[in-house]
Nanobody, 121 residues
Framework: VRLVESGGDSVQAGGSLRLSCVVSGVSLSSTCMAWFRQAPGMERERVARIERDDRTLYADFAKGRFTISKDHAKNTVYLEMNSLEPDDTAMYYC????????????????WGQGTQVTVSS
């Protein structure tokens, strides 16, 4: 299984970015996917998840600003981020869980290498 993120960039506060995660080796129809982020000196935190049936869940800081989605034809997961703030600066990681219990417990077993998002004020 391979997850490859892209789309990270440096933007001004208030800007938008769309992160992509191309997944190979497993179908999105059978995998719970999520985006995590980790800022320097901080613990990794989940941003959003999308389940096999397309149900979504967001961290409080992401609600209303971020949208997670997936394209089955491209086997790709997206994270649309709007109204970006300097506190959103972090390395963003795509993750996948082969079993729903891993999705719930946040013990994802597939990880990408990350893509850097930097938001300046």
């Amino acid at each position: 299984v391979r997850l490859v993120e892209s789309g990270g960039d440096s933007v001004q506060a208030g800007g938008s970015l769309r992160l992509s995660c191309v997944v190979s080796g497993v179908s999105l129809s059978s995998t719970c996917m999520a985006w995590f982020r980790q800022a320097p000196g901080m613990e990794r935190e989940r941003v959003a998840r999308i389940e096999r049936d397309d149900r979504t869940l967001y961290a409080d800081f992401a609600k209303g600003r971020f949208t997670i989605s997936k394209d089955h034809a491209k086997n790709t997961v997206y994270l649309e981020m709007n109204s970006l703030e300097p506190d959103d600066t972090a390395m963003y990681y795509c993750a996948g869980a082969s079993e729903f219990r891993r999705c719930v417990s946040r013990t994802y077993n597939y990880w990408g290498q990350g893509t850097q998002v930097t938001v300046s004020s």
